[in-house]
């Protein structure tokens, strides 16, 4: 098991920019598959963005893709999401997740992960 805290969330205007992050600790960080997800009130989780163990094939949601980068720091075991142009439909609570990989594989349904965190809250006001 890795536990995963967020943070990051918080107020901005629309068009501004917010950067998430998720500190990880416990298990070996490297080998998890990692991947952000949100859940606005009302509305199913959905997946918003993915990363490999290896850093590398970032995969997005298309409702994201061109404003948002996830990357991960292997060194400080933590994985961001830089939200840029956020825009009114965007607000939610946002979470990390990881699942154990043994292969760069991209991981983007919410049943492949076995480890989530606590969520943090993004607000966008217009």
């Known amino acids: 098991q890795v536990q995963l805290v967020e943070s990051g969330g918080g107020l901005v205007q629309a068009g501004g920019s917010l950067r998430l992050s998720c500190a990880a600790s416990g298990r070996t960080f490297t080998t998890y598959a990692m991947g952000w997800f949100r859940q606005a009130p009302g509305k199913e989780r959905e997946f918003v963005a993915a990363?490999?163990?290896?850093?590398?094939?970032?995969y997005y949601a298309d409702s994201v893709k061109g404003r948002f980068i996830i990357s991960r720091d292997k060194a400080k075991n933590t994985m961001y999401l830089q939200m840029n142009s956020l825009k009114p439909e965007d607000p939610a609570v946002y979470y990390c997740?990881?699942?154990?990989?043994?292969?760069?594989?991209?991981?983007?349904?919410?049943?492949?992960?076995?480890?989530w965190g606590q969520g943090t809250q993004v607000t966008v006001s217009s």
């Open positions: 997740a990881a699942a154990p990989a043994w292969s760069p594989r991209i991981l983007t349904k919410i049943a492949e992960y076995d480890n």
């Open positions: 990363i490999s163990w290896s850093g590398s094939n970032p």
